[in-house]
């Protein structure tokens, strides 16, 4: 063997023995089909937690109870323990609490003015 066929072997073998050489990863599992769906989709908007729920004695001396909800654009209103459930809204915090049956709720956790269809009065907690 030469020395120019032994100088150009060695050259080669340190050569290939300078590349790197990763193992091949075999992945069983299917690429996802909604992938760039989901990538583009919106973001959620959750709904809002409870913030706190409160009883309150109105002047005339009777009860509501009402749940506030954190972003204060929703409280669920009962005017008997365990009546049936007002839903109350605003388009935007710290607007009136309103419905379509003539109920409007203003306020907060220690006190709140309250309109009904028989009429509007003062509670606190």
Same mark, same amino acid.
Request: aromatic share 4%; glycine share 6%; hydrophobic share 40%.
């Given at each position: 063997m #030469?020395?120019?066929?032994? $100088?150009a072997?060695?050259?080669?073998? %340190? %050569?290939?023995?300078?590349?790197?050489q990763?193992?091949?990863?075999? @992945?069983?599992?299917a &690429?996802?089909?909604?992938?760039?769906e %989901?990538?583009?989709? &919106?973001?959620?908007?959750? &709904?809002? =937690?409870?913030?706190?729920?409160?009883?309150?004695?109105?002047?005339?001396?009777?009860l509501?109870f009402?749940?506030?909800?954190?972003? @204060? !654009?929703?409280? #669920?209103?009962?005017? !008997?323990k365990?009546?049936?459930?007002?839903?109350? $809204?605003?388009?935007?915090?710290? @607007?009136?609490? +309103?419905?379509?049956?003539?109920? !409007?709720? +203003?306020?907060?956790?220690?006190?709140? +003015?309250l +309109?009904? &269809? =028989?009429?509007?009065?003062?509670c !606190?907690?």
């Amino acid at each position: 063997m #030469n020395t120019l066929s032994f $100088t150009a072997a060695a050259a080669a073998i %340190l %050569l290939l023995a300078g590349c790197q050489q990763k193992a091949e990863t075999v @992945d069983t599992t299917a &690429p996802d089909p909604m992938a760039a769906e %989901l990538a583009n989709a &919106p973001a959620v908007e959750l &709904p809002p =937690s409870m913030k706190a729920s409160v009883a309150f004695r109105c002047k005339d001396n009777s009860l509501a109870f009402v749940d506030f909800f954190s972003g @204060d !654009k929703l409280a #669920n209103l009962r005017t !008997k323990k365990d009546g049936e459930i007002i839903h109350l $809204t605003a388009a935007n915090a710290g @607007d009136p609490l +309103t419905n379509e049956g003539g109920y !409007k709720l +203003t306020g907060d956790q220690k006190s709140i +003015t309250l +309109t009904t &269809p =028989s009429g509007t009065q003062t509670c !606190k907690h």
